[in-house]
């Protein structure tokens, strides 16, 4: 048997003379099986001001994975974001990666866990002036002072866990990575509690609800008999445990063909797999002049859009192809195909506020005159 280094070793160490429940999440617990979908439900209601809602996921003990509710939880200070923890692929195995409070959201794995949650970042509200402000179109808030309405386009995906096959192949951005420099503060007391109840409780493994836990949130930490809330159903991406065993990458592995055709996903990683851009109707404001010269600023952006789209996958391409002639290992495979990934969604990111801002000078009819 292989010596592991000592390095290696001690978080092994750690992790014996704690709980045998759980892995607390400051261990870096590694499994060879993939976390499950993240189940589907709703959020309880905001218990109050200066609650920030930290999404369920899923933790793993002895018996397996288990589902750690989504809660509200009061923040430590003003002026602190919740950072979501997440599970990512490394070194042959699930890598559990803690979540912490800091004053900037940084990177968790590109997991789109919901409710302001989505992939990057966090729009389910901000702080201002020591109050918290709630983004009604992703919280379910009643008895909070400050509000605000704001919706962002995001495609809905299960996926929990980044990496790997199946996984989110996500890198952190720059503002992620200056954030996870930034003051952090562990999870508080009330997190470690609901943590440890979660594991308690033999409903919330996946052995024993496939994936579809009976309390998928509550609106308090450790709660789990008031105000819960059921999942509403198991992801249709779930497979049984069995079915999520870590394949180990073959060496020297080639890249797949780039002239077949990709299957698109609903995060795309190449140019290629973003949707056509549909062209808008025609202006009719009454000024022909005005919706002329609207309509050429239009098929002036579109055809420059088209043009950046194509550069950047022949860019792409010819990155796929230098790589395939140097017989690289699947490591290298994952890295380009995650910094592909990123490219392609600041483009898009890019273009939609280019278009956003064009439309914002869209030519308005004029009123009719009043009867």
Partial sequence: MRSLPFPRLLPLI???LTIPAIAPAGILLSVTIAPPP???YEQPVCPGDGYIWTPGYWAYGDDGFFWVPGTWVLAPEPGLLWTPGYWGWGDGAFVFHEGYWGPQVGFYGGIDYGFGYTGVGYDGGYW????FFYNRAYNHVDHVRNVYDKTVNVHANYVSYNGGEGGINARPTSAEEAAAHDRHIPPNSAQVQHL??????RR???SANHGKPPIA???KPNDFSHNIVKAKAAAQTYRPATARRAAAPERNAQPPERNAAPERSA???HPNDLPKTERPAPVNSGNSKQDQKYQQQQQKLYAKQDQERQKLQQKQDQEHQKMARSNPNPQRQQQMEQRHQQQTQQLQQRHAAQVQHLQSRQPQAKPGPRK
């Fill in 204 to 206: 919330l493994y996946e």
């Fill in 128 to 131: 201002r002036n020591g109050s």
């Fill in 217 to 219: 949130a509550t609106d």
């Fill in 14 to 16: 750690i992790l014996m």
């Fill in 267 to 269: 995060t795309p990683i």
């Fill in 38 to 40: 993240l189940p589907v």
């Fill in 196 to 201: 440890q109840a979660a594991s308690g409780n």
